[in-house]
């Protein structure tokens, strides 16, 4: 039975949740302030926390960044009567699952609770048998990823071969390509997999509170120090820090990172005592480190100590054969999350899928197959329910993009003197794509 935690003041409403969620099968226990809430939390792990914005002693955005750092794996979903945007963004980027505004119905806020306990028992973001969610586990996480595609039996190796060992991995690859899900199934390949995987997105840390929440502080060592508080490395101590867009970091935080690996010591804020940590750390960005590095935006000893491996994640377009089969999966996703029971898609809807160039990449094919389902109301997804830019791509626009692609393939080769590593440079593509595509379009060179 899932165990949820509502930190609420109102205590009528807080006891009518209360016995609501008890009626439908789920473990509810209720407090009405943040100290109530740690004491709760010190004694007990609960699958999900329901907590209200703004509280007696404090507010649940604040209270948030503690409780994932303590608890990774728990879900937060925020509820507030007074519903910003600019605090949704806030308690999104500090690692809330959803944030609700009240009142609510109690259809919605069943959603919301079953949304996010599916996804914290979901290691990974696709899996080849997508239409069975419920027997998602960390054990299949490393071969559940990935796809038929020869870019994806690459990724294959690649994780098989790093994973077993400690070495730092940089994943380096497109916005929306699953870099995060390919950091979680290394690590859950890994000799490390009963240990805890923490995920920072660097580029959402304030520059002034990096230190703070990388290594964590001492109560009262500035101000709004309020108790003593474990920073990231301590809460995956023994697991794996997943570092995301790293090129976020300020410099002077790339200094105190690169300190903590080598050293394998941090200091809490305001603490002279040091914390011995055993952290593996896989960090991933979009950026070209190489370049940064050159101009003098990140720092060269940082980037080897994190480029002991590289995988590159490949692009949605590079990975043809895996598109119907991801599609798949959104679809099963699709019709959990909003109770449908859509069974397929029809053949003019699978060639505008296939017709795409996908720039937002598997995020995007996610949102478009979601979007789909919504608006499906028989049993296959018609081509007339998928958005305006799919269909703005004719297969005849297909085949020019095609057309124009390999042009551009033979124009590098030929600037590069037919040199397929230096031309796979000039490409931005890794030289395994730069050889898939040689193929595809029979090039002879």
């Known amino acids: 039975m899932p165990k949820i935690l509502i930190i609420e003041d109102d205590t009528a409403f807080s006891q009518m949740l209360q016995k609501f969620l008890a009626k439908h099968q789920y473990g509810v ?10 004491q709760l939390l010190a004694s007990d792990l609960f699958d999900l926390i329901l907590s209200d914005v703004r509280l007696p002693e404090g507010d649940g955005v604040a209270f948030l960044s503690e409780i994932k ?39 919605k806020i069943l959603e919301v609770i079953r949304t996010a306990l599916d996804s ?37 190796r690649h994780i098989g071969l790093i994973a077993p060992t400690h070495m730092s991995v940089l994943l380096i690859g497109e916005s929306g390509t699953g870099k995060e899900v390919t950091a979680r199934a290394i690590h859950h390949a890994s000799k490390r997999s009963n240990r ?52 976020n970091l300020s410099y002077e935080n790339q200094i105190q990172l690169l300190r903590a690996i080598q050293e394998r010591k941090i200091k809490r804020v305001g603490s002279t005592k040091e914390i011995s940590i055993d952290v593996r750390i896989l960090a991933a960005t979009n950026e070209d480190l190489e370049q940064a590095v050159a101009v003098g935006n990140f720092r060269e000893d940082l980037f080897h100590r994190l480029n002991e491996f590289t995988i590159a994640i490949p692009a949605l377009k590079d990975r043809d054969a895996d598109l119907l089969l991801f599609a798949d999966f959104f679809l099963g996703r699709a019709n959990a999350e909003l109770d449908k029971t859509v069974k397929g898609f029809s ?28 608006f499906t109301e028989g049993s296959v997804i018609e081509a007339t329910v998928l958005p305006n830019q799919l269909h703005g791509q004719s297969n005849d626009a297909a ?16 600037q590069t003197n037919f040199n397929k590593s230096e031309a796979a440079k000039l490409l931005k593509m890794t030289r395994k794509t730069l050889y898939n595509k040689i193929n595809r379009y029979q090039l002879k060179v």
């Open 29 to 38: 226990s209720a407090c009405y302030n943040l100290t109530e809430a740690k």
């Open 399 to 414: 085949f020019s993009k095609q057309k124009f692609e390999k042009e551009r393939i033979l124009r590098a080769l030929k």
């Open 196 to 247: 805890n995987f923490v995920a920072v997105d660097c580029g959402a840390i304030p520059k002034e509170l990096a230190t703070s929440e990388f290594f964590g502080h001492r109560k009262g060592s500035f101000t709004g120090a309020i108790e003593d508080k474990a920073g990231f490395f301590e809460a995956a101590n023994g697991g794996t820090l997943f570092l995301d867009e790293i090129g």
């Open 120 to 156: 914290s028992n979901t290691f990974h973001e696709f899996q080849r048998t997508p239409k069975n969610m419920e027997v998602e586990s960390a054990i299949n996480v490393e071969s559940a990823i990935l796809g038929v595609s020869e870019a994806s039996q690459e990724l294959e």
């Open 347 to 374: 053949k003019a809807a699978k060639m505008l899928l296939l017709n795409h160039n996908w720039p937002g990449n598997l995020r995007e094919l996610k949102n478009v197959v979601k979007r789909a389902v919504l």
């Open 69 to 107: 750092t303590k608890f990774p794996r728990t879900q937060v979903v925020l509820m507030t009567s007074f519903a910003e945007v600019s605090t949704a963004v806030k308690a999104m980027k500090r690692g809330a699952f959803d944030y609700i505004a009240k009142p609510f119905t109690p259809e």
